[in-house]
């Protein structure tokens, strides 16, 4: 099973719509102030430098808005995960 991680901040509606979606597949995941100096020094250690909220981390990898969304809309998150 893959360990899901949402990097996310408190005003971001994108980042609502991921958790609604992620709960609604039934996988479970953990929650991170994005803003917060701990999870912005992990998302750069991993490579990840955007302030775009959120940042959803399957296992090792890492997906932002660009990746997660297109436009307002979240992308078929089973085709992401299976990247």
Known sequence: MVNLTVYSTSTC?????LKAALKKAGLSFDSLDMSTPQ??????????????????????????????????SLRDLSSILKS
Request: glycine share 6%; net charge negative.
């Open 39 to 72: 999870a912005l020094t992990e998302l750069r250690v991993n490579g990840v430098f955007t302030l775009m909220a959120p940042v959803l981390q399957a296992d090792e990898s890492f997906y932002t808005v660009e990746d997660l969304f297109e436009g307002d």
């Open 13 to 17: 509606p994108r980042c609502e719509q």
